[in-house]
Nanobody, 118 residues
């Protein structure tokens, strides 16, 4: 099992940047692919980005491709989401999650709020 804690959210103007962090506890962090998701008010949670356990392979939602970058540091048991050129539609609570396999995101953090003002 792994516990996840997100940080780095906040209020930023449109066009600005934020970097989210997701710190994991547990020795097995490096074995999990990790995902970032977000949920805006009144909307369903949506996929944002994913990174393989090694960090070599990444995937992005079309809405963030070219603006967001997911990375990880297995030595620090942390996954990051660098968000650039932020838009008001990026406003949401952002969650990280660990994939037990075949898109089985079994472990979730508590979320961090990102608010982009236009």
């Amino acid at each position: 099992q792994v516990q996840l804690v997100e940080s780095g959210g906040g209020l930023v103007q449109a066009g600005g940047s934020l970097r989210l962090s997701c710190a994991a506890s547990g020795r097995t962090f490096r074995s999990y692919p990790m995902g970032w998701f977000r949920q805006a008010p009144g909307k369903e949670r949506e996929f944002v980005a994913r990174i393989s356990s090694s960090g070599i392979t990444t995937y992005y939602a079309d809405s963030v491709k070219g603006r967001f970058t997911v990375s990880r540091d297995n030595a620090k048991s942390t996954v990051y989401l660098q968000m650039n050129s932020l838009k008001s539609e990026d406003t949401a609570v952002y969650y990280c999650a660990a994939d037990r396999g075949t898109n089985d995101y079994a472990y979730w953090g508590q979320g961090t709020q990102v608010t982009v003002s236009s």
